[in-house]
């Protein structure tokens, strides 16, 4: 496998495609624009899909439509409220940060994040996992990389693995891919 040609996205859709099947529940934790809440939909039974802003359910559902897929809930709430909505996934996917080319004054936030990640390690279920993209930097996102990275030294070790990739010599604050993985109690 080569690297030169990656970035923390691709890398994270490569997962998902390995991991996610037909008869698991999914969560877009932070829809966007919908790309990541299209891929669980066409492979999962069912994805639940989040954000805060309705110009992102707007994306979605029109996203959704042009695909003829209809095995997704779109929900106008936050990302931390999952577990209000969910009670257990195969797998949480999160892009931290803004909608691109939405509003930059609107992102993720850290303590919000953090407590969405923690609400996804309660529902993921045996061998699920959580994907996480990273886009720090520039306006946003110094501080809530930095929380999430202190959170993820104390993730219980004997029931998860967390795993996280940096592309370290690339430019301008290239984002970090993350992975936890439950294990198989």
Known sequence: MSYYDKNALKLAHEYIRANVGKRDVT????????????????LSKKVYAFDIQER???????????????NAELILDSHHNMKKY?????????NFGFLPGGDHTIFS????????????LDIIVPNGFIS?????????GYEEIEALLAFLKTVDAKKYTVMLQSFYNRANCPPIFIV???TGE
């Open 56 to 70: 992102a359910l707007e994306l979605t559902r029109e996203r959704l439509e042009e695909n003829g897929v209809n």
């Open 27 to 42: 969560v877009d934790a932070t829809m966007g624009k919908g790309r990541d809440t299209l891929l669980l939909a066409q």
């Open 132 to 140: 996480i993209c990273s886009y720090y930097g520039g306006d946003t």
């Open 109 to 120: 936030k850290p303590e919000t994040s953090v407590a969405a990640v923690k609400a996804a």
């Open 180 to 182: 936890f993985e439950r």
């Open 86 to 94: 969910v009670s257990e996934a195969k797998c949480v996917v999160f």
